[in-house]
């Protein structure tokens, strides 16, 4: 038997998220279009009979604006570092670029086996294909590499058939039917954080936090109370929206995937609040469950 741990790395918007969660067929990360959706380590646990392989999604490793960003980079850099093997996920529908030299770098420095994703093939023709791939191993020496469709592709055979053979010798390392360690508090408010990155624009769901204040489950329901946290009066104004339209519309698309999440139905009162840049202050960054827990030497 076989068991290790894979992490999942490359630039914002990649789809690595996506990734994760088809590979364990359950929505463990949060997806969106909007780029650094992700914000701390995600784990899904994938077993089968032959073993058990441990997947960690991870920020996208991007120039950071903010001291959330510098987190979050650092956060990923470090799941990298204490692998057996990384999936480098790549946008195969978008140019190569300086930022995804900086992350190859990144990736060089791990010393580990490496496998190349390229995601998106859904959008591409055989020959773009082939020439992304070609682009790619001119840079470096992948172990092996896949063309998939993250969103699109109904099976992961091959890759995790592969993914089994790197991974070293062991017995299972997690309950077989545990399918992520992430706390269930973090995984609500993560399902809320995400309807805001589908419902708002621009600024706003960057400046975004979610927490969950109260969490009760009486007969066959689930109480919850929850605060989306901004950095502005303004945003505040924009997530209530006008007539509490905005607010009402991401606690109902959120009740759902929480329904699904707990098997119960779930009643969702969620409150706004003002935490003035809360993404520069380190103290606020951890409370809200991002970018690691530590605060020494953030790139
Ligand atoms: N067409 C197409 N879109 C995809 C595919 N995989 C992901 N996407 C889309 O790409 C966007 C980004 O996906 P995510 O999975 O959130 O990307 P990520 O790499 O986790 O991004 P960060 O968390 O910001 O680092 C979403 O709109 C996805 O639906 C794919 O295979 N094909
Ligand atoms: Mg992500």
Not at 5 to 27: C, D
Not at 201 to 213: K, M
Not at 244 to 259: F, H, V
Request: charged residues 30%; contains cysteine.
């Amino acid at each position: 038997m076989r068991s290790g741990f894979v992490g999942i790395a490359g630039r914002p918007n990649a789809g690595k998220s996506t990734l994760i969660n088809g590979l364990i067929n359950e929505k463990i990360a949060i997806v969106s279009e909007k780029p650094q959706t992700t914000r701390s380590e995600i784990r899904g646990i994938y077993t089968c009979d032959e073993g058990q392989i441990i997947f960690t999604d991870t920020p996208g490793i991007h120039k950071a604006k903010y001291r959330l960003g510098s987190r979050m980079n650092k956060q990923a850099t470090d799941v990298i570092q204490g692998v057996d093997l990384i999936y480098l996920v790549v946008d195969g529908s978008v140019p190569f670029k300086t930022g995804d030299e900086y992350v190859l770098n990144v990736i060089k420095n791990a010393k580990l086996p490496v496998f190349l994703i390229l995601n998106k093939v859904d959008k591409l023709d055989r020959e773009t294909i082939l020439a992304n791939l070609k682009t790619w191993q001119e840079r470096f020496t992948f172990d092996e590499f896949f063309p998939i469709s993250a969103k699109y592709d109904k099976s992961f055979e091959d890759l995790i058939h592969t993914t089994l053979s790197y991974m070293p010798e062991g017995e299972y390392l997690y309950p077989t039917d545990m399918v992520s360690d992430d706390p269930e508090n973090f995984r609500i408010s993560e399902m809320i954080r995400e309807k805001v990155l589908l419902l708002c624009e621009q600024e706003v769901p960057h400046a975004t936090a979610v927490v969950i204040d109260n969490k009760e489950f009486k007969r066959d329901a689930c109480y919850i109370q929850a605060s989306i946290i901004v950095e502005k009066q303004g945003q505040k104004g924009i997530i209530i929206g006008k007539q509490g339209q905005m607010i009402k519309k991401i606690g109902k698309a959120a009740r759902k995937d929480i329904e699904k999440l707990l098997g119960k139905n779930v009643y969702l009162e969620l409150f706004v609040k003002v935490v003035e840049e809360w993404r520069s202050k380190d103290a606020r960054i951890t409370e809200y469950g991002y970018g690691g827990a530590n605060s020494d030497n953030y790139i």
